[in-house]
């Protein structure tokens, strides 16, 4: 079981960067594959970035490929999302997650965050 709660969401400028963390309880995160996924109003939830546990591979979204970054710090049992060159279409609900098995933590983690709010404006 793991818990996860997001912060570092808000309201930016099209240009501006912010960086995401989600923090995990529970003393196997590092056994965790983690992930972000993001949700826009009228919009289906999509994949955005994920890290797995054994190799530390990274995963993304071609949408956001070269400008975001994600990264874990398995001491401090949090996952980080560096999100630069923001642009109004970055403009979600960002979901952390998370799974043991890093085949689906693209497509259907079984663990969630509650989500943060990413605007970004023109």
């Known amino acids: 079981q793991v818990q996860l709660v997001e912060s570092g969401g808000g309201l930016v400028q099209a240009g501006a960067s912010l960086r995401l963390s989600c923090a995990a309880s529970?003393?196997?995160?590092?056994?965790?594959?983690m992930g972000w996924f993001r949700q826009a109003p009228g919009k289906e939830r999509e994949f955005v970035a994920a890290?797995?546990?054994?190799?530390?591979?990274?995963y993304y979204a071609d949408s956001v490929k070269g400008r975001f970054t994600i990264s874990r710090d398995n001491a401090k049992n949090t996952v980080y999302l560096q999100m630069n060159s923001l642009k109004p279409e970055d403009t979600a609900v960002y979901y952390c997650?998370?799974?043991?098995?890093?085949?689906?933590?693209?497509?259907?983690?079984?663990?969630w965050g509650q989500g943060t709010q990413v605007t970004v404006s023109s």
């Open positions: 997650a998370a799974d043991p098995e890093y085949r689906v933590i693209r497509s259907t983690p079984g663990y």
């Open positions: 890290v797995t546990w054994i190799t530390y591979s990274t």
């Open positions: 529970g003393r196997t995160f590092s056994r965790y594959a």
